[in-house]
């Protein structure tokens, strides 16, 4: 069954630091996609950043990278020089071509709350 | 600009009564979704509908009904079956494509509240 994992409930971070948000992946899909989203208090969901399995390297989108480790199933969200616009919960969630009757799901972690100390 | 329209923002209902929430987009995405989401938690599946005229049950289905009879538009309805319905629904579409790089777009979502 595929399945995604974020073992951290809660994170802080000092302004101006890096942090890092875990996520572990499992499937046996030999293509997949890996998300990381962020929802602020405000409730919006927001598209952050995007992997293939395939993709040679890692995902950049400014101060978000993706440290995917394919190996280990391993897809880490490292934020750097953390604002304090960074504090929201973050979720990674994962697609494949394959999921049964439900092609192109979603499935989501349970997500990490990062809060971001002045 | 295309998007996913939730309406209403927040939305009050008294126990017993059906509510109606309201998800329309204009991205010619093929699938639409309905999360609900629990204080502090993840995201749990309702429904989804991958055509027109065709859905199909999440996680947790009971007490809720859709419909999809246009691509556009994809309301919940909440039902006076569902016990505890105070949570914050969001609404999610995604293009119907064999690129994996195809995530959601989601709404800004409704938040029930029982009185």
């Known amino acids: 069954a595929q399945k995604i994992t974020q073992t951290q409930p809660g994170m802080f971070v000092q302004e101006k630091e890096a942090v890092t948000l875990d996520c572990t992946y499992?499937?046996?899909d030999p293509s997949y996609g890996l998300f990381w989203y962020k929802q602020p208090s405000s409730g919006?969901?927001?598209?952050?950043?995007?992997?293939?399995?395939?993709d040679q390297q890692n995902a950049t989108?400014?101060?978000?990278?993706?440290n995917f480790q394919k190996a280990r199933k391993s897809a880490n969200l490292v934020i750097s020089a953390s604002q304090l616009g960074d504090s929201a919960m973050y979720f990674c969630a994962m697609r494949g071509l394959n999921y049964g009757g439900s092609q192109g799901n979603l499935i989501f972690g349970k997500g990490t709350k990062l809060s971001v100390k002045p | 600009d295309g998007g996913i329209t939730q309406s209403p923002k927040y939305l009050f209902r008294k126990e017993g009564q059906n509510v109606t929430l309201s998800c329309e987009q204009n991205l010619n995405h093929d699938a639409m979704?309905?999360?609900?989401?629990?204080?502090?938690?993840?995201?749990?599946l309702i429904y989804y509908s991958q055509i027109v005229n065709d859905f199909q049950k999440g996680d947790i289905a009971e007490g809720y009904s859709v419909s999809?009879?246009?691509?556009?538009?994809?309301?919940?309805t909440v039902t006076s079956a569902q016990k505890n319905p105070t949570a914050f629904y969001l609404c999610a579409s995604r293009l119907d494509s064999r690129n994996?790089?195809?995530?959601?777009?989601?709404?800004?979502g409704t938040r029930l509240t029982v009185v």
């Open chain 2, 68 to 76: 999809r009879e246009k691509k556009e538009s994809f309301p919940l």
């Open chain 2, 100 to 108: 994996l790089g195809y995530g959601y777009t989601f709404g800004s």
């Open chain 1, 61 to 66: 989108e400014g101060r978000y990278s993706l």
């Open chain 1, 26 to 28: 499992d499937t046996s």
């Open chain 1, 44 to 54: 919006e969901m927001i598209f952050l950043i995007y992997q293939g399995s395939y």
């Open chain 2, 33 to 44: 979704y309905w999360y609900r989401q629990d204080p502090g938690q993840g995201l749990r």
